[in-house]
């Protein structure tokens, strides 16, 4: 089975703190807990998987509110609620998970919240420390403890300045890629940095978003101002990626994206392992050669724009970027589904592209 990447987790990860964000009637339970200092064990998941673990309680089969939750919470044992936070299943629940599941935790509550989380993937675990006054979550191998919300927008508004910087810096490695395309001068270590700057922007989006889905109704700005910022930066890297990879064991551009996004951080840094994420050898001595671009990006910019399929036949027919823009208008015409008044488009489309390119260059 495949293993999930990080990004994969943080989706899953990011699609609990939703249902338990501002807003929600699980969040007020939780708040309501909190401020009374009771404490609680609450589990969310199908009643079918957990009931093997179960033993004692009693079946409730009621619509859930924050006030029921809140009330049943203040009994010892764990309250069930269903997938779908409509039900309040069971409640006073002891919960006997596999004593040999690894967990790092130290409190009882806490140890087990973990090892359900870790034995029942459609499950997650909330468990509320009536000493600590803290909210944990657990969903899988991952353990995640809710922070107040002016500290997570101060978070959030420090990683947006972040981010905005680090946006503008990689329209400044694009605009400056787009010179040495057009100029046919682009060397693999030009790529690689690109590509670097791309992905850390990515995972910083990332960060930020999981913060936004923590906020709930209270992150919607940070939302905007997210999607604003990141507005076309994924397609870009999938379109450079695809420009640039060599295929190797039948690897495609998604299957590199989901191979960047799993490097560490410190592999992020390392030239030479971009360059083997691509599927060159990554050799020092390879950094600095020239490679040329497949066309996919720069076609991208023609307005009106080409559709997909009619760019993967230009770029088939005619192998790369320096020989699309060489090709007359009746050499692309002949491409499958291109057409004569398309030819003319993707002709004229490049000439001014090439120009407003080398002009900025220029300037």
């Not at 309250?79 to 998970?97: E, Q, S, Y």
């Not at 090709?327 to 692309?332: C, E, K, R, T, V």
Request: aromatic letters at 4%; a negative charge.
């Amino acid at each position: 089975m495949r293993a999930e990447t990080e990004r994969e987790k943080q989706a899953k990860l990011i699609e609990v703190l939703e249902q338990v964000a501002p807003g929600t009637e699980l969040r007020e339970a939780i708040d309501r807990i909190l401020n009374t200092g009771t404490g609680a064990l609450i589990v969310v998941g199908n009643l079918g998987e957990l009931r093997p673990i179960m033993t004692g309680g009693f079946n409730i089969n009621c619509e859930f509110t924050a006030p029921r939750l809140f009330e049943l919470g203040k009994m010892d044992g764990a309250v069930i609620l269903g997938r779908d936070l409509k039900t309040i299943t069971w409640a006073n629940v002891h919960l006997m998970p596999d004593p040999a599941i690894p967990t790092h935790e130290a409190g009882t509550r806490h140890r087990t919240a973990e090892r359900v989380a870790k034995s029942h993937k459609n499950a997650f675990v909330i468990a509320i420390s009536e000493k600590m006054n803290t909210v944990s979550i657990y969903v899988d191998d991952e353990h995640f403890t809710l922070e107040s919300i002016p500290l997570v927008l101060a978070k959030a508004d420090q990683a947006l300045q972040t981010l905005s910087r680090y946006r503008a810096r990689l329209d400044k490695e694009y605009g400056h890629l787009n010179t040495l395309e057009i100029e046919d001068l682009v060397t693999l270590n030009d790529v690689v940095r690109v590509i670097q700057r791309n992905e850390m922007v990515v995972r910083i989006a990332d960060e930020i978003r999981f913060q936004a889905s923590e906020l709930g109704k209270d992150g919607r700005l940070v939302g905007l101002q997210l999607n604003e910022l990141m507005a076309g930066v994924e397609r870009l890297g999938r379109l450079l990626v695809s420009d640039y990879f060599i295929s190797r064991d039948g690897k495609g551009p998604d299957d590199v994206m989901r191979d960047l996004s799993r490097l560490s951080a410190d592999e992020l840094m390392e030239e030479t392992a971009l360059a083997k994420t691509l599927g060159y050898r990554g050799s020092i001595e390879l950094m600095n050669k020239l490679i040329r671009p497949r066309g996919y990006r720069v076609l991208s910019m023609i307005t009106p724009r080409i559709p997909a399929n009619v760019v993967d036949k230009v770029v088939g027919r005619f192998d790369n970027l320096k020989n699309i823009m060489r090709a007359s208008p009746a050499l692309l015409d002949e491409v499958d589904g291109v057409g004569e008044r398309r030819a003319q488009a993707i002709k004229e489309g490049l000439d001014r592209i090439s120009e407003s390119i080398i002009m900025e260059g220029y300037l």
